[in-house]
């Protein structure tokens, strides 16, 4: 069974920091470019960040760049992602997702509520 669940989400005061996990399972890891994308309450999915299979290759969506970083342990079959600098627009669930060939896995989500 494939499974992505992310963690790390939670409540974090404006100019604050969190840092998201997925952990995947079920399918081969290293197979797939992950990628990080968020739903903003009464908005559409919104693309956040991308690593290439291997991790040579990142990607930031341009409204958030420079405050972001992610990661990946081919080895431990996670993804990571570092976001500093959070505002209150950030406040959305984020949801990891793999991709490839036109396939795709999503997790659950997680929610960041950012916030004073």
């Known amino acids: 069974e494939v499974q992505l669940v992310e963690s790390g989400g939670g409540l974090v005061q404006p100019g604050g920091s969190l840092r998201l996990s997925c952990a995947a399972s079920?399918?081969?890891?290293?197979?797939?470019?992950m990628s990080w994308v968020r739903q903003v309450p009464g908005k559409g999915l919104e693309w956040v960040s991308a690593?290439?299979?291997?991790?040579?290759?990142?990607y930031y969506a341009e409204s958030m760049k420079g405050r972001l970083s992610i990661s990946r342990d081919n080895a431990k079959n996670t993804m990571s992602l570092q976001m500093n600098s959070l505002q209150s627009e950030d406040t959305a669930v984020y949801y990891c997702?793999?991709?490839?060939?036109?396939?795709?896995?999503w997790g659950q989500g997680t929610q960041v509520t950012v916030s004073s």
């Open positions: 690593i290439s299979w291997s991790g040579d290759d990142t």
């Open positions: 997702k793999a991709v490839r060939d036109g396939l795709d896995y």
């Open positions: 079920g399918f081969t890891f290293d197979d797939y470019a």
